[in-house]
């Protein structure tokens, strides 16, 4: 046996890392997926948008579009009525009090633990009772129960925000 052969030894050279550009072709992917859901959800919330921008200004259009106060509130009331029906069928057929309760508790099944509100039974909302009817409606009440049949009729419409 003879004496072993010198060998060299060299250090261990590591590679260069790879760039970070161009990325590979699975980030490509991964990039166009992220764009791509961006865009359905921009997409998506420009529609919700202007869908209940059209059912608010449905809702003024009708209104403003009554030359007296007694018919803003028959207008307000023959909306809340349409609406209602989306959710409930029977509601069309309730008159005086059941209207309003029903109205009431509109706002209590959307907010379970919200105190229970009496905004129509009780409150401004007791004009859609006979304001349509009334000669003469103070403008101050009138404006009071818009507001609130507006937030009713785009809860209802599913337009609330």
């Known amino acids: 046996m003879g004496a072993p052969a010198s060998l060299v030894l060299r250090d261990i050279h590591a590679t260069p890392a790879p760039s970070w550009w161009p990325p590979a072709p699975g980030w490509w992917i991964v990039a166009g997926i992220v764009v791509a859901a961006f865009a359905l959800l921009a997409g998506w919330r420009l529609r919700a948008r202007r869908r209940r921008d059209a ?17 803003q509130i028959a207008a307000m009331s ?3 009525r349409r609406a209602a029906r989306r959710h409930d069928a029977r509601a069309d057929t309730l008159h005086g009090e059941d209207w309003l309760r029903h ?10 633990k919200a105190p229970v509100r009496t905004d129509f039974s009780e409150g401004p909302g007791r004009l859609l009772l ?8 103070d403008a101050g009440e ?13 809860q209802w419409m599913g337009a609330a925000g």
């Open 78 to 80: 023959e909306l809340l």
């Open 130 to 137: 006979d304001g349509g009817f009334r000669r003469d409606v």
């Open 55 to 71: 059912i608010a200004a449905l809702f003024d259009r009708e209104v403003d579009a009554a030359p007296n106060p007694p018919q």
């Open 103 to 112: 109205l009431d508790a509109a706002a209590t099944n959307a907010k379970r």
């Open 142 to 154: 009138v404006a009071a129960l818009r507001a609130l049949a507006r937030q009713r009729f785009l």
